[in-house]
């Protein structure tokens, strides 16, 4: 590297920590130290790797580069202005009230694929990116800037598995390893070679170098980018704080404002006024996607038993082959969860992402980045093990669409473990989700399709077991709707059911109507947003409203329901599961938990 | 090894295998073929290597056994048959409706530390029984059977990471690389290899046998108990349904009874009767505890402004010298959590866990294994990351307590990620959990103390920012109970409230009296269970409840309080956060989110 070339980045890297440190201190808080360990590492790659096109952010060329160390905000925010894009009156909003530039990166910068902040994410989304660049046949590379504390994190070794097998060479993590964390040293320090003998394990081309030497850092991004079949991991020994003697490679200076910034900024050599051009990608590049042919969903004919999950796998297989951007991803368990009907039809869209529920939802939210509608499966009990993932893709605003299987008790034998009984609760504290829940076969395949051009992040829930179907194959059920199924002038009570519940709901609704005490059943089948106008309309008409679902008691239909007639006040009696299921038949469980057909009549009768 | 004991051990593994696919196929449903492929492991393990005293489970010398695959149960059983402990007949009630041997093992069973069930949680958990054994000084040996599909999970490596690194020469992993998962091949394969470099990379002894010969196996055990200073993981070539050809080695045999168990039972020589004698512990041992000298929790003057997260590390500092019992774990944060003031206290019941969630909870579900009372602490917002542990540590009815800091939209300018939004939803879903969250530093230390002798999984919920203290030192909160703040008999509504929402009800309160308008404010402290009883008397004389919480809308403290009163149909209003925050200061943020003074007295107003 000319030395021209070395005084340039040398001065482009001074800038990038002056602007740190400016900008951390004016807001009065954020991680300048954990800003400029990483300097260097960004000069080098902004100035002379990265391909991107700041003028129109959408070029599908366009590579990506993710802040997995999203609190290393400040450099950033530095780079964009290094590239003409912010300007420094708006560097030094940081973590104002209505600034784009919050304290961790949202997509509310247009420059900015995902929200970071949440440690341990950045690398299993970035293989999503990459995942979907060898999908759409397109050159652009995923650059993952790591802090060494975060390879800690479970997910960073789902990351490195996934990328390692497939041979994601269009992916590079560089690993900031400035030895300290958040509270003092991380457990394996300088010891860069620790973290290669695993990355190389996981069969990932391993390069260690010096994190502030900027012609190791050229040598080791080319190395990167002319590395073929394997992602590539750098790990850059680097010093937190670097370059300002306060705080330089020192314990307790994390995640705070410098003490005196004037002399820092000083210390720095003074602000400056440096530019970095960054390349355009070399090419233009259409992405690939797959053709499409008018949608046919299946269709079940009235009276016959289907399991929704069977519908669900069927809805998506039609969808694929009316859409081409539609793919498939699942857990090890597209047998059960019947994504496998996707994957038989569509093989080079469906993904496995084997047991590594935090990876398949990350790699969802990683390939919806690039326009692709993801829909990812599993037992909805262990989505669970996702939340975190799934609560930063709201926070990115990511369209993705889970689906989980096996809901409730009513999965029978199996027990507790594999039951989903907490996840209407975990979605729909989702930011901006939709959370829904069909009862038939002819429901769900409607629903599946409805969810392709939702925003956000959307959820459905199937059932193991076989259920009547009840609605006329092609009927079109709105997100936000329900269904009146029984309704007269005379209804002393309202049941709502979604799911298994509603086969019980009407159930009971009969054998009440023999008895005299006629009662309304509605189908609830869109959990979030709820149908507050029905249920206005019910609570006020029989003022009894009993809500019956097959989850817990907590968070799930019956709280939802609630919610949206509590400033009425009508009586409400919620069955729900409260106990700690064991094994037994799936009726048997219904009847356990006190949400079966008898459940509801007793219920009826209590509250009348 | 004799040919006498190869004689009987084949016997004994044939017995496992037969009454395997006895119990499964009494049953109609388990996982046979999962539970053959490991016979010979646990057959050499039970007969030979094991420490174990079936007369008393609580003997602490006794080693444990972690069936991570906790699918196969069907083994696990078998082998408890095979011990005496469990009849021919009640093994034949596998998966029945009041069985205590359910679906996948929980410990409803004597023998049975932990659920499992939800894959990669049984190695994480072992390591917090092998950090007990070695904090209390037994010789105990803790054994865990792993799938091999499962070792995808993050959370196996979040394991394999504290174990290498802690050098936890007390654990063993025996992997039954059988090479097929639930819908077809897993990634690797019988490529023990592959396993082993990976294992061998986090600093693990690694073994690669045939999971079939005894002679290797015994082997393999005995190396591991011989080894020093390192776990061991044993990584045996194993074939799924090993002994009956209708499903050896067969993909589409996976959870499911055998077509034609008869003809497999004669397959594997019939039925038998062989026992297995399991080697009592050498010695008698007596676990070390740290003695305790009298609670002194700290005590702050009404008025004084301190943050609960303050409260919660000291208090938890008195705890400790109070009481032997008591450890603490932290992810990292310990600097934020408060942690830390335990942990320079009492450095040798201090575990840091670095930045891996799951592995924290497990850690602290395995300590609890030896009654141990661990304290976890993180992030509010990242303790999302072990929901799936959380949720099966509610199964295994473990005693745990958990802290999580940074809660709300008022921790300010780090914005969303770092915000606990969805954690009081998440945990009360929890079977059998405890939900606290206190507004002043006082209230804090007495839950603190109040935990410690809780049943199940407790949370207790911190706030950044400091809290003016409201409390006198040394008043009692009971679990359940709640505090009437203001209450005069003319109050036209009562506002419920809990955190720091408390400081804002009080003062929209003032406000509201000042105009004449008087209102009642509620400290919810205890959000589950909750304050039936209080709850009523206010619906039930105001008729008009305000709900205001720094939570998101779904799932909180309103909906707590909506459940405990919806029978009666009172109005309720729930102010909380509905949006997605971004940067800004936390009265801005409270401001921001109408959850502040203002939008109470607007909320009032409004009802009215």
Known sequence: ??????????????????????????????????????????????????????????????????????????????????????????????????????????????????????LGQGLPVGVGVAMAGRLERLPYRVWVLCGDSELAEGSIWEAAEHAGSEGLANLTAIVDVNRLGQRGPTRHGWDTGAYARRFGAFGWHTIEIDGHDPGQIDFALSDARNTRRRPTVILAKTRKGEGVLEVENREGAHGKALKDPGKAVQELGGPRSVRVEVHRPEVDAAPFRFSGNGMKLPSYPVGERVATRTAYGAALAALGAARGDVVALDGEVADSTKTETFG?????????????????????????????????????????????????????????????????????????????????????????????????????AALIAEMADLEGVSYLRTTRGDTPVIYQPGERFTVGGSRVLQHTPGDRATIVAAGVTVHEALAAADDLQA?????????????????????VEAATTTGNLITVEDHRVEGGLGDAVMDAVSELGPRVVKLAVTDLPGSATPQEQLADARIDRHAIIDAVKRLL
Request: charged content about 20%; hydrophobic content about 40%; glycine content about 8%.
């Open 1 to 118: 590297m000319p030395d021209r070339d070395l005084q340039y980045l040398a001065e482009l890297s001074a800038q990038l920590r002056v602007d740190s440190v400016r900008a951390a201190a004016e807001a009065g808080s954020g991680h300048p130290t954990s800003s400029m360990s990483a300097a260097d590492l960004m000069a080098v790659l902004f100035a002379c790797h990265l391909h991107y096109d700041f003028d129109n952010p959408g070029n599908p060329a366009n590579d990506h580069l993710i802040f997995s160390k999203g609190h290393a905000s400040p450099l950033l925010y530095s780079l964009y202005k290094a590239a003409g894009v912010i300007s420094d009156e708006e560097l030094l909003s940081f973590r104002r009230r209505g600034s784009r530039l919050e304290g961790h990166p949202t997509p509310r910068l247009p420059w900015v694929d995902v929200a970071t902040g949440s």
């Open 344 to 444: 038989k039809e569509h093989p080079e869209r469906f993904f496995e992402m084997y047991i590594a529920e935090q990876q398949l939802v990350a790699a969802a939210v990683g390939m919806q980045v690039r326009g692709w509608k993801p829909y990812a499966a599993t037992f909805a009990a262990f989505l669970t093990r996702a939340h975190d993932f799934i609560r930063m893709a709201g926070v990115s605003r990511a369209d993705i669409r889970l689906v989980g299987s096996h809901a409730g008790v009513a999965i029978g034998e199996d027990g507790p473990s594999q039951m989903g009984l907490e996840d209407l609760a975990m979605m729909r504290t989702v930011h901006g989700s939709t959370v829904l829940y069909p009862c038939d076969a002819n429901q769900t």
């Open 515 to 535: 008895e005299g005490v006629p009662v309304g059943v509605i189908d609830l089948y869109s959990i979030k947003p709820v149908d507050t106008a029905v249920l």
